[in-house]
């Protein structure tokens, strides 16, 4: 099998969780793949913690964009993979990646989600963004995108924008090939779709995607989704 994994985690002030990210993916570090974590100058002990558990923790500037394009310069792997925080990867995700990319001579991917707990709310939801993501071949930073190093740099990178760098980039990559859509799932956390309501973390995100699609400047999008509350 060609090529190794680089497993690329931008973060902020994720002590309570940067653990339970990392813990999972030490089996993926001893079949030789990496694990690099971008922090963006948390105020934690978010480094400290994720230090035994990553082989490279490095610095940045804070923006996931600009976090992940680090990550993706120091990375070692012929495949990047972007994992956000709270975000769980399957069981021998590393063999399907690396099979649809190589074997199916593929350019990039993601998977489908499943959102943790049990409400019939969270199923409906997991289930409309997959259904569009495979639509539409737009992928978001929750489905753990992953693409072949050379075909990310030839796309210069995520472009660094402070929101919706996921969509943007999944467009750029859309036009010079469709994704592969992973129906074997990451699991992530309730956590993040639970604070402040799922319904209206929902309508927010779909709020911001079509005024991005409408033209919107991603800073003007910026402060619509500080302001969210």
Known sequence: MQGLL?????????????????????MLREQGHEVIVVDGGSEDDTCQLAAPLADN?????????????????????????????????????DWMILVCLYSDRKDWGRFDIRLEGKKPSLRMVESLANLRSRLTGIATGEQAIFVKR??????QGFP???????????????????????????????????????MRTIMRMWRLRFAYALGVSPWTLEKRFNNFS
Do not use: H
């Open 160 to 198: 660094e924008i402070p929101v919706l760098e996921d969509i943007s980039l999944s467009r750029q990559l859309r036009r010079k090939s469709r994704p592969v859509c992973l129906k074997n799932k990451v699991i992530v956390s309730e956590r993040r779709w639970a604070e402040k309501g799922l």
């Open 6 to 26: 680089s497993i690329i985690i931008p973060t902020f002030n994720a002590q309570t969780s940067i653990i339970d990210t990392l813990t999972p993916l030490q």
């Open 57 to 93: 923790v490095v610095t940045s500037l804070r923006g996931r964009a600009q976090q992940m394009n680090l990550g993706a310069q120091v990375a070692k792997g012929k495949v990047l993979v972007f994992l956000t925080v709270d975000t769980f990867l399957p069981e021998y995700a």
């Open 150 to 155: 050379n075909v990310f740099e030839q796309m």
